[in-house]
């Protein structure tokens, strides 16, 4: 009798070894939808309150923004100097570098929320920010909970990797497009191939965010596509103006954000209140269309883009460097699709041979790409946000343009750029010996 029940329990004790690992990996993924969901409702309600306050007291930004921006600066630098920033360069740190510490300051649990919360204040104050590079690092935070348990590193950082693309794909509802970003920018580094597992966390935090915001398209169903041939002239256009602006916004933003960490050294929290008073006086100079992620702008640009001011991109462009460089946490993923729609709205006054939504497009494609200098991300998120399949090959195309455009004017890629300064500033304790005055200031590693 015992002769029978051994192998029995030891069959049953191996199905659990092997199936333990993947229930792990299934829950990781819920936790990571459920994670972007609830970032997503508490930013819109906080965008949503900053803009009802706006709307009867338009100058209170005046004081409420540069002492919001103030305080979520100071506690991040206290509290949470891996929460800075975007996320997404947190992300490529943790997975180039193998040393622990680093790896456990930028995508531990504690990060993770004070990252989300401080976002989601930063946005109550007016600052020009978006949701979904945070996500990126709060997917891949959630991730490597589970990573930590493996002692094989190529394995903790595929999850780190799957966790980051998981987030992308949970933030904007678009998995393909996770699955795409992590390929073509997360893994740019990396020598392992992805596997079932990305695809596997990605499709059920997709699925799990979904299921709770709804299955909603993120600027809603759009008709446009480009009938004749003489039509794909804005296709050049477009990416040639996208990569422009997107390829000169990620150098300057790159060049303020070293000089700024100087000067918040030196000066502290007078830096983050001038760059919160300048968010401030932009949104009085245009009305509130320099505050918050730009979700509203974009779909101005869209459907009545003759209501959006002409000067938007260059506000908008302005408003969004100007909250990176305060110090905060927040993306640039969103403003960057609204200044790019911005930019189309303009384009389209110009090329009237061509649909304005389709100009659009375009516009926010090509300057994302521009920025990112990840093209096929850009063309596919930008198509899965509208479901307009007929734009694909347009938007590639206006994308692939911008990224080689942007790369005449900074052969540099702004994450990839950011990363480097990240493990740089991990790696300066260990390569000197002699202590260094502190200061008032903590240099926070996620600028």
Not at 26 to 48: D, K, N, P, R, Y
Not at 349 to 377: E, I, K
Request: proline share 5%; charged share 15%; hydrophobic share 55%.
């Amino acid at each position: 009798m015992s002769r029978r029940r051994f192998p029995l329990r030891a069959r049953v004790r191996l199905v659990l070894m092997r199936w333990r690992p993947r229930a792990a990996y299934w829950t990781a993924a819920a936790a990571i939808g459920l994670a972007a969901a609830a970032f997503a409702w508490s930013s819109e309600a906080a965008q949503h309150l900053f803009f009802a306050v706006d709307e009867r007291l338009p100058w209170l930004a005046l004081l409420l923004t540069p002492l919001g921006m103030v305080a979520v600066a100071w506690i991040t630098a206290r509290v949470a100097p891996g929460a800075a920033g975007s996320g997404i360069p947190q992300v490529l740190a943790a997975l180039r570098n193998e040393g622990r510490a680093l790896r456990a300051e930028l995508l531990a649990l504690k990060t993770a929320v004070m990252k989300m919360v401080l976002t989601v204040v930063g946005i109550a104050c007016g600052a020009s920010v978006g949701r979904e590079g945070p996500t990126v690092q709060i997917g891949a935070a959630i991730a490597n909970v589970v990573g930590v348990r493996h002692r094989n590193p190529a394995v903790q950082r595929s999850l780190i990797l799957a966790g980051g693309a998981a987030g992308v794909a949970a933030a904007f509802n678009t998995p393909v497009a996770g699955i795409v970003f992590a390929f073509e920018e997360l893994a740019r580094s990396l020598e392992e191939k992805a596997s079932g597992t990305l695809l596997l966390l990605v499709i059920i935090a997709a699925v799990v965010a979904m299921s709770l915001l709804g299955h909603r398209v993120y600027l809603g169903v759009v008709d446009a596509h480009l009938v004749h041939w003489h039509e794909w002239r804005a296709v050049l256009i477009c990416g040639v103006a996208g990569g422009l602006a997107g390829g000169l916004f990620s150098r300057v933003l790159y060049a303020g954000n070293r000089r700024m960490r100087e000067l918040r050294q030196r000066w502290g929290w007078r830096v983050s209140a001038a760059c919160g008073l300048g968010v401030a006086v932009l949104g009085l100079l245009s009305l509130g269309a320099a505050y918050g992620s730009g979700y509203r702008e974009t779909l101005v640009a869209l459907e009545a883009p003759e209501q959006l001011p002409l000067l938007y991109p260059l506000i908008k462009a302005a408003a969004t460097l100007l909250s990176y460089l305060s110090g905060i946490p927040g993306g640039v993923f969103s403003p960057s699709l609204a200044i790019g729609a911005g930019l189309g709205a303009d384009l389209a006054h110009l090329l009237d041979f061509a649909p304005t939504a389709a100009v659009v497009l375009l516009g926010m494609a090509a300057y994302f790409s521009g920025v990112t200098q990840t093209p096929l991300t850009a063309a596919v998120i930008v198509s899965e946000m509208t479901l307009d399949q007929r734009m694909v090959l347009p938007l590639m195309a206006a994308s692939l343009i911008a990224a080689g455009i942007a790369r005449l004017i900074w052969r540099d890629s702004l994450y990839q750029a950011l990363m480097r300064d990240i493990l740089a500033d991990a790696a300066e304790p260990s390569s000197t010996s002699a202590p260094k005055r502190r200061s008032s200031t903590p240099r926070s590693p996620g600028t």
